[in-house]
Nanobody, 127 residues
């Protein structure tokens, strides 16, 4: 089992930007579907975005038009560009993977479909 490791979190003012990255081992990168989630204190873990093998993307309504998910095939990383951040975006952000047996990649961000999770990276957005 290859580990997932997120990075790029930090503190930013409202309206600012951050880019998160998730290191994914080569085997996992090629065999599993990947997605980004977040969880704020006292809240359910929320699916944000996932990505198809051809690069097509799918977003939750809460982040659509502000966040951009991408994959770097050379570095085997999953990225999340976050623009126009709002205080309500403050949360722990996680990348996760799931089996392709649950459906094609880029077709779902239900947390219970995902099996493997990174430790997370904290994002804090101040007003």
């Amino acid at each position: 089992e290859e580990r997932l490791v997120e990075s790029g979190g930090g503190s930013v003012q409202a309206g600012g930007s951050l880019t998160l990255s998730c290191e994914v081992g080569a085997y996992t990168y090629s065999k599993y579907c990947m997605a980004w989630f977040r969880q704020a204190p006292g809240m359910e873990r929320e699916g944000l975005a996932d990505i198809r093998d051809d690069g097509g993307t799918h977003y939750a309504a809460s982040v659509k038009a502000r966040f951009t998910i991408s994959r770097d095939n050379g570095k085997h990383t999953l990225n999340l560009q976050m623009d126009n951040l709002k205080p309500e975006d403050s949360a722990m952000y996680y990348c996760a993977t799931r089996s392709r047996g649950r459906g094609p990649c880029g077709t779902g961000i239900a947390r219970y479909d995902y099996d493997y999770w990174g430790p997370g990276t904290q994002v804090t957005v101040s007003p």
